[in-house]
Every structure is written in C-alpha cells, then in structure tokens.
C-alpha cells in the first residue's frame, strides 16, 4: 500500500511543501511541490534577514499547503505522514516550519520525522534519476554551504569528507554581484554576465588547493577579497570594470575548484557516481565543467533540474519518504529545531 509524505521546508527565504507517494517498492514519486519565496524583501539588504524570513514563512506557510494540496488532488486527511527541516538554517526560520508540522501531526495522529536539510538536497535527486547509488558523492553547493558528502545511504549513513572553511560559494557571489552592481541574489546575475566574459581574462586564486591544505574542504573567502581587490585597484586608475570578464573569471575559478575537488574526492574513494545539488547546482558553467571532468574521469554525473536544487519541499518529503521506507523511528512532537544541525543526523 502506498503512502503520501508531506515535506515542509522554512530554513531560510523560501517556505515549501512537497507531496510525494512511496510506494511498496520504495520507489518516490512527486506530486506537489509549491514555494513562495521572500527573496525580494531582502534584495536591497544584500542579504536574508533573519527577522523578516521568519514572519514571510508565518504569513506564507498554510497558503503554500493549501497550493500544495490543490495540485496534488488530495486532502489533509490522505496524509500518513510529516517530514520537516529541523536544522541546518535560521533558528526563527526553522522553528515556524516545526511548529507547522507539529500541529500538522497532532492534529492528523500521523508520525512526524524532523530531518536535516542538507540530506533533503541529496534525496530530492531520487525524484529525477531514481534511486541513488550506494555508495555515491554527493557535492552540496548552496548559499551557506559547500560540501563533499559520501552517501552510504541517503536515510542513514552520510559522512562528511569535506567542507567550507570560511565563505561558503553562494556567499561568495553574492558578495562579489555586490561588488560589481548587480543584484542579489548573485548566483544568476554573475552566471549571467559571465556568458559575454572571457573566463582567463583575469587568473584569480583557487582557494584550499596547496600541498599542505585539505584536500577535501572549501575556502572562498580569499577568492573574494581578490575580486575586490582587482576591482578596487582598476577603480583607483580610472579604468572602467569589464564586469563580464570579471564575472567570467570569478566564476571559473569557483567552478574549477568544486569540481576538482570532487572528481578527485570521487576517484580516491573508489566511487562512480556524483551527485550535485544545492542552489549553485544550477550554474552553468559548474554543471558544464563538472560534466567534461566526470565523462573524462568515467563518473556518472547526476544533476537536479533546477527548481529541485533550490530550497523547497519536495525534497524534505522525497527525505522523509525515505526515512520511512527504512523504518526510521519518529521525531515525536518535542523536537526542537537546531540551526547547527550536523549533517550525520538525518532524523533528529
């Protein structure tokens, strides 16, 4: 018999809720996923405000289930059972999308299942490509992260091999879209400008790549300070920004080091398949370069359509089906949301 997962997604600027049907074969189909986003009451602070993603989730939450539902064709009452993002994110954020499923859960009698956004990422590529290979690398590129994951299992067992030092990659092109004037967020806007710039047109730094750094972790703190350098200083000469150039060669080297990384973390570790996901998945040139380096290196590449990479909950329920095809035990209703939730604890 078949059962209906509902996922309920408030970790940062977007509130989402997913509908999807596990069935006897485990097997995740999707059936509902609506998102309302408060991007744009953030935009001119160049940044998501805590305090004002909360209240866009409180006003935005029952609406957005409602969609849900609507399109899915069902009811509350063909639920049998709640997946929600108890950390990583915003603790104000995170705490409205519990308190949603908790009265969700209460009032249907159905089990509740807090889990870890970061895993939803992973497990919302089992909507597109099926079931995940065990083991695979999964390469986590998002606003506040940028991880290399092994994924023994996408309901219980994944284990970190590396991660961001400092500025995670989507905090480092928001940061540079602000230093040449575009909007935020940066990821579109640069991938954009990009296409008319020349990638070698300025040789930025690859951060974490020395000898003696981990081989495995992230830094793109370094990479921002040189972009603003080089802007700077062609400011203090007069020179007008080619912000496509630099756009171009910021993103080559935010590109280059991911997916290096990753082949590299793939082919030490004896895995053959690469899953990449999280808002930057959608970049063009990372998805392009991560494709000729996967072919190259005999590594299937496996990429989310877009609208599956960002923040939204069809990949908490796809999380939540799975938790539930592996007899995973409940949450209950006392869990609290942990904003520094670790990514080795899928079900809280």
Request: charge should be negative; glycine fraction near 10%; aromatic fraction near 4%.
């Amino acid at each position: 018999m078949s059962r209906i997962v509902l996922g309920i997604e408030s970790s940062c600027d977007e509130t989402g809720v997913g509908l999807v049907r596990l069935a006897d074969d485990g097997t995740v189909e999707l059936l509902a996923d609506e998102v309302a986003s408060s991007v744009e009451q953030h935009a001119r602070f160049g940044g998501v405000v805590p305090e004002v993603a909360s209240r866009a989730h409180l006003e935005a939450m029952v609406p957005t289930a409602e969609r849900a539902f609507a399109k899915a064709g069902l009811t509350l009452s063909d639920v049998d059972a709640i997946a929600v993002t108890a950390g990583p994110g915003l603790a104000g954020a995170l705490l409205v999308g519990v308190a949603a499923a908790k009265a969700y859960a209460a009032a249907l009698d159905v089990p509740l299942y807090g889990v870890n956004h970061l895993a939803g990422h992973i497990a919302v590529d089992t909507l597109q490509h099926g079931p995940l290979p065990k083991p695979c690398l999964a390469l986590l590129v998002s606003g506040g992260h940028s991880q290399l994951l092994r994924v023994d299992d996408v309901a219980s067992g994944i284990v970190e091999l590396g991660s961001t030092v400092d500025d995670a990659a989507g905090e480092a092109y928001d940061k540079v879209a602000r230093l040449l004037g575009l909007p935020y967020p940066g990821g579109p806007p640069i991938d954009k400008a990009a296409a008319d710039g020349n990638p070698e047109a300025i040789a930025f730094p690859r951060g974490m790549t020395g000898p003696r750094d981990a081989k495995f972790d992230f830094s793109f703190s370094g990479l921002k300070t040189a972009v603003a350098r080089w802007v700077e200083g062609a400011r203090r000469r007069g020179e007008e920004i080619p912000v496509a150039d630099v756009a171009a060669s910021f993103q080559e080297a935010v590109a280059d080091v991911l997916t290096a990384k990753a082949v590299r973390a793939a082919t030490e570790s004896g895995i053959g398949t690469l899953v990449i996901s999280g808002g930057v998945a959608a970049n063009s040139r990372l998805s392009a370069l991560a494709a000729q380096r996967c072919a190259e290196a005999g590594i299937e590449l496996r990429v989310p359509r877009p609208r599956l990479c960002t923040d939204n909950g069809a990949m908490i329920a796809a999380l939540g089906a799975h938790v539930v095809a592996a007899g995973r035990k409940p949450s209950g209703l006392d869990i609290s949301a942990n904003p520094a939730l670790p990514v080795d604890t899928i079900v809280v």
